[in-house]
């Protein structure tokens, strides 16, 4: 298993459909990531979750919900979704006062038409 | 001013050249400096990490931080097609707080 698992690799939904993005690590951090990223433009944090707490939300709308049921998972509820949140999602993950790295899964390609 | 900035590029050099590729930054307080390397559609990947100033050597790359100047590099010897990517530089001031990006410079190496 790598260290952050993303699934699923690509994913198209409809404006009125409701989907998860789901998100594993295995490298025993304590702190888990919600990052878009969309074309020509940088990383956008999106939420952050320290010890299973969500401590960062930055300005997300309210479509997107994410879910840390415990430190190894991660999900991102998607729901009424817009064809401008179509871009590639990324979960990631670091140990905080371990040496502040962060790890990155592959991402979930999405298309919302 | 924004808080990390990095050239975009594209920047396309020939296969074994050396590449040289920059970050500079405002916040005095950043201690940790990452390089990600970013292939098209997968996720970045961590390549060299520095604490605070100095150098480091991995293989062909040498990552640089001079606080001083506020100001990051990374440097790739002979340089091959398979390292044509995107290079993100990213730091953190300390625990608790969030990973700051550059918006990437995109690399060609053509054979």
């Known amino acids: 298993e790598t260290g952050v698992t993303q699934t699923p690799r690509h994913l198209v939904m409809g404006m009125t459909n409701k989907k998860s993005l789901k998100c594993e690590q295995h490298?025993?951090?304590?702190?888990m990531y919600w990052y878009k990223q969309s074309a020509k433009k940088p990383l956008e944090l999106m939420f952050v979750?320290?010890?299973?707490?969500?401590?960062e939300n930055n300005s997300v709308p309210s479509r997107f919900s994410p879910e840390c049921p415990n430190s190894s998972h991660l999900f991102l509820h998607l729901h009424t979704l817009q064809p401008e949140d179509s871009a590639l999602y990324l979960c990631?993950?670091?140990?905080?006062?371990?040496?502040?790295?962060?790890?990155f899964g592959s991402g979930t390609q999405l298309s919302v038409l | 001013q924004k808080e990390v900035e990095q050239d975009p590029g594209p920047l396309s050099v020939p296969e074994g050249a050396i590449v040289s590729l920059n970050c500079t930054y405002s916040?005095?307080?950043?201690?940790?400096f990452m390089w990600y390397r970013q292939y098209s559609r997968k996720g970045p990947e961590l390549l060299m990490y520095?604490?605070?100033?100095g150098n480091k050597e991995d293989g062909r790359f040498t990552a640089q931080v001079d606080k001083s100047s506020k100001y990051i590099s990374l440097f790739i010897r002979d340089s091959q097609p398979s390292d044509s990517a995107t290079y993100l530089c990213?730091?953190?001031?300390?625990?608790?707080?969030?990973?700051?990006f550059g918006p990437g410079t995109r690399l060609s190496v053509l054979p």
């Open positions: 990631a993950s670091s140990q905080l006062q371990g040496g502040e790295k962060l790890f």
């Open positions: 490298l025993g951090h304590n702190a």
């Open positions: 990213a730091m953190i001031a300390n625990y608790g707080q969030n990973f700051v």
């Open positions: 520095t604490y605070s100033s």
């Open positions: 916040n005095s307080a950043f201690q940790y």
């Open positions: 979750y320290n010890f299973k707490e969500q401590t």
